[in-house]
């Protein structure tokens, strides 16, 4: 098979458990917690790497921001032959509840984003792998995290001129938080028959500045980097446990 025009893989190259963070640098720090890894391509915004996780095969596969880039991204991890995915990005909150590092797990989102729609209507629901939220969701109790499970936004800018007013009336409507890549992935994971659901750490709270709370994170602050570990832990156990299940007894 020919490898992939843009994240540079071939079916060998892939697992069938995906994990998508948006940050090529995120993608080495989920190396830290593997048993062992390699890269395998970094094309752009595409950093893919293999490993073992307590001997499971897992692949990592940066996204980039936003949904244009991850359409990409899943498209020809798809072709590669993989099955399941876990986004784990960040967010803002919309919800004064939601302090930094907690972490919101989108059972759904509103689909504010351009390119799901080039996919297929806007009536058309962004919804999670219920597989997938189920082991999120145990898992997360097991291991003691604060987690929120509830819809989430997608949306394609941060400096629009009325972000403002979009969060207030999404607050109205009990949206948890905002991201730029969960309703793409679930609309495509739906459509592609292929199990997708996010983990987000949210780095921002609610009606703060936006550009304050993404330079905190990327200051490596305490709690958002604590946030940050939780989701790749969330995440690798949660695939462990299904993992697990499927095993030939």
């Known amino acids: 098979m020919m490898k992939q025009p843009h994240i540079l893989c071939t079916e060998e190259d892939i697992d069938k458990m995906v994990l998508l963070p948006g940050d090529p640098e995120r993608v080495l720090r989920v190396a830290g917690f593997l048993d062992s890894w390699?890269?395998?391509?970094?094309?752009?915004?595409?950093?893919?790497?293999?490993?073992?996780?307590?001997?499971?095969?897992?692949?990592?596969?940066?996204?980039?921001?936003?949904?244009?880039?991850a359409t990409i991204a899943l498209e020809e991890l798809v072709a590669c032959g993989a099955k399941y995915f876990i986004r784990i990005g960040s967010a803002g909150a919309c919800q004064a509840y939601i302090d930094i590092g907690d972490l919101i797990i989108p059972t759904a989102a509103v689909r504010e984003d351009g390119a799901s729609r080039m996919y297929v209507k806007e009536n058309y629901p962004a919804v999670a792998s219920y597989d997938l939220i189920r082991a999120i969701d145990d898992t997360s109790k097991e291991l003691g995290y604060r987690t929120y499970l509830g819809i989430a936004r997608s949306h394609d800018s941060f400096y629009i001129d009325d972000e403002l007013e979009r969060m207030t009336y999404w607050n109205s409507k009990k949206v948890l938080g905002s991201d730029m890549e969960t309703a793409t992935l679930y609309t495509l994971g739906n459509l592609r028959e292929v199990h997708v659901a996010s983990i987000l750490n949210n780095v921002v709270r609610y009606e703060a500045d936006v550009k304050d709370g993404i330079n905190d994170y990327v200051d490596d602050g305490d709690l958002a980097a604590e946030g940050e570990k939780k989701e790749i832990i969330l995440a690798l156990e949660a695939f462990y446990r299904l993992y697990e299940s499927m095993m030939p007894i």
């Open 38 to 69: 390699e890269e395998i391509a970094y094309n752009r915004e595409f950093r893919t790497i293999k490993g073992t996780y307590k001997d499971m095969p897992i692949t990592v596969t940066s996204t980039g921001i936003g949904g244009a880039s």
